[in-house]
């Protein structure tokens, strides 16, 4: 088993081909590559990795082809989220049956749920398993959720839970949640964009969807940024934040990430599901190579 802590784990593209259905063989090439980078895990099938726009047997093929193309060689956690309970409960036995190291998930989705609920819904996720189970605290998905001491303890009674993949801004909360655990969570900053920023509340690692260009540059600069050169870390936020903001304002976010890709690795992740990039443009490789050489440049050495 390995150590589900620290440094930087891509949030994986599921690669699909021309005809829209998972392209296996690019799945293993994009394992090897993190691998060979020695990043600090694979995060599979989230929202990145288009989990919730395949079906089950999909998942399940996905999940079994990352699990043996890492031969152990890097760690990979499932994300299991699904409409009902009993399909994420069947998709977290089947990511331990197959030897994947953890799973995850999004909060109850499309109805609204409670606080009790919510928590209800975890309790049969992390029972389902002996898998570390870490939830998602996901704030664009607007969960009702208590305030920070209680949401603290009552995340701790989750069966299994070894800490949570946090997406959000506030900052502020990941340091109470840091701090009324006792540390006992291993929290995931969820946001590229606060990478560092995370750190300092707590934030034991990163996963994030811009990790799959520059995962080695990124966990440098955090590592740097922890291990005392402020500046170091400073200086290379400022330029991954405004190239994030570049992509994520273009209106064309996946058309960029496939052609980063296939720029920068040769590895050609396809298309995504529809309804996602329906109305994207193409970019112009010029600009696509100058944002790849903008982080690049910016990353401590």
């Known amino acids: 088993m390995h150590v589900l802590t620290g440094r930087v784990w891509p949030a994986m593209f599921t690669p699909l081909d021309a005809s829209g259905e998972p392209n296996l063989r690019a799945v293993e090439r994009l394992v090897d590559l993190f691998a060979e980078q020695q990043l600090g895990g694979l995060f599979i099938l989230g929202t990145t990795g288009q989990g919730l726009l395949l079906n089950f047997d999909e998942r399940r093929r996905v999940a079994e082809r990352v699990v043996e193309a890492s031969a152990g060689r890097i760690a990979i956690m499932v994300h299991i989220g699904a409409l009902a309970t009993r399909d994420a409960v069947a998709l977290a036995r089947h990511a331990a049956e197959i030897g994947a190291d953890a799973v995850s998930s999004v909060p109850p989705i499309y109805y609204p749920t409670s606080t009790e609920a919510t928590f209800e819904h975890y ?56 701090h009324n655990t006792s540390g006992r969570l291993h929290i995931f900053s969820g946001a590229d964009e606060l990478l560092c920023h995370a750190a300092m509340s707590g934030a034991v690692g990163a996963v994030g969807t811009f990790y799959n260009q520059w995962g080695p540059a990124c966990q440098r600069a955090r590592a740097a940024f922890v291990g005392g050169d402020f500046d170091a870390g400073r200086r290379f936020m400022l330029a991954f934040q405004q190239v994030i903001h570049r992509v994520l304002s273009s209106g064309s976010m996946w058309a960029f990430h496939r052609a980063s890709m296939q720029l920068k690795y040769d590895i050609d992740i396809g298309p995504p599901r529809q309804p996602l990039a329906m109305t994207e443009r193409s970019w112009d490789d010029a600009e696509v190579e100058r944002l790849l050489e903008t982080v690049e440049t910016a990353a401590p050495r």
């Open 123 to 178: 309790r049969a996720l992390g029972a389902a398993t002996d898998l570390p189970f870490f939830p998602y605290h996901a704030a664009f998905l607007r969960q009702s959720l208590p305030g920070p001491a209680e949401y603290a303890e009552r995340l701790l009674e989750i069966p299994h839970i070894a800490g949570m993949k946090f997406t959000d801004h506030d900052l502020y909360l990941l340091g109470l949640l840091h």
